[in-house]
């Protein structure tokens, strides 16, 4: 039986973990965690926050998805939103989900992602 999502992986051009390691890092709050050595090699780099993890791997002839997305959720949406907004990065808010406050942003290589919190 499945138990949980372990972790996301994102794709990403080679070349972009700095501006990758700005995003998630710095806007998003989230901490780099060590690639294993195996691994590493491959290039791209892996955040965790909490139980989440996202990792970014390096893919050649890299685009990113249109639709696909990690949906993460978050608390004090709206603190979360202008964090992201006063470092630089877009929030677009969407009120198409029932029960639900929620915005997109794209990293810098232009993976979607979702922040959503349930409504009060």
């Not at 998630?24 to 290039?43: C, N």
């Not at 926050?49 to 004090?76: C, M, N, S, W, Y």
Request: glycine fraction near 10%; hydrophobic fraction near 40%.
């Amino acid at each position: 039986m499945i138990a949980a999502v372990d972790h996301v992986q994102l794709a990403a051009p080679e070349g972009s973990e700095g501006a990758l390691r700005a995003y998630y890092a710095d806007i998003l709050g989230m901490t780099e965690i060590v690639k294993p050595p195996a691994l590493a090699s491959r290039g791209g780099c892996w955040f965790q926050a909490g139980p989440v993890q996202l990792h970014l791997g390096i893919e050649q002839d890299f685009r990113p998805a249109r639709k696909a997305h990690p949906g993460l959720r978050v608390t004090d949406i709206e603190a979360y939103a202008a964090r992201l907004e006063e470092r630089g990065a877009e929030v677009r808010w969407d009120g198409d989900l029932p029960g639900h406050r929620r915005f997109y942003s794209h990293d810098p290589v232009g993976n979607r992602l979702e922040f959503l919190e349930r409504a009060a």
